[in-house]
């Protein structure tokens, strides 16, 4: 597969454990690089951990720094999860109720409310969901 298809992030592990390897990455928007963005309130970095694969790797150590590489595809399905699917849930409800009682108040609550059985059934699959999103270790930086 072409380098266009994967995302990559340089990280340091943080704690090796039998089947995975935490990894601290540094995240940024694309204002962080910015010339300007120590006079724009737009920068934004934050530190993450990733739990990644460490298939393949066997001199890994608390410390070292290494690229983690994702699947692309999986940043769409991602957002689909996290927010068109509960925009869209908000959306249909909030008109299906509306156009049952008529009431404004009853189909905005309602519309509200329908979100806690779906990041209810969300965190469920939360086992599922880990394995599909999947980092990988692709190199160690010396």
């Known amino acids: 597969m072409s380098k266009l298809n994967f995302v990559e992030h ?5 704690a090796i454990d039998k089947s995975q390897v935490k990894v601290r990455i540094l995240s940024e928007s694309a204002c962080a690089s910015c010339h ?3 006079a724009c309130n737009a920068a934004d970095m934050k530190e993450k951990t990733i739990d990644v694969s460490p298939f393949g ?5 608390v410390g070292k720094k290494v690229i983690i ?7 769409l399905k991602a957002s689909l999860i996290a927010y068109i699917y509960p925009f869209a849930l908000v ?20 519309s509200l409310a329908i979100l806690i059985p779906y990041f209810f059934v969300v965190k469920m699959y939360t086992p ?9 270790i692709k190199e160690i930086i010396e």
């Open 69 to 75: 590489q994702g699947q692309k595809s999986l940043g």
């Open 128 to 136: 599922m969901l880990k394995k599909t999103f999947v980092f990988t």
């Open 91 to 110: 959306f249909i409800t909030l008109f299906v109720v509306y156009g049952i009682t008529k009431s404004e108040g009853i189909a905005g609550i309602a």
């Open 36 to 38: 300007a963005k120590g």
């Open 10 to 14: 340089t990280g340091y592990i943080e």
């Open 57 to 61: 790797f066997n001199n890994l150590s």
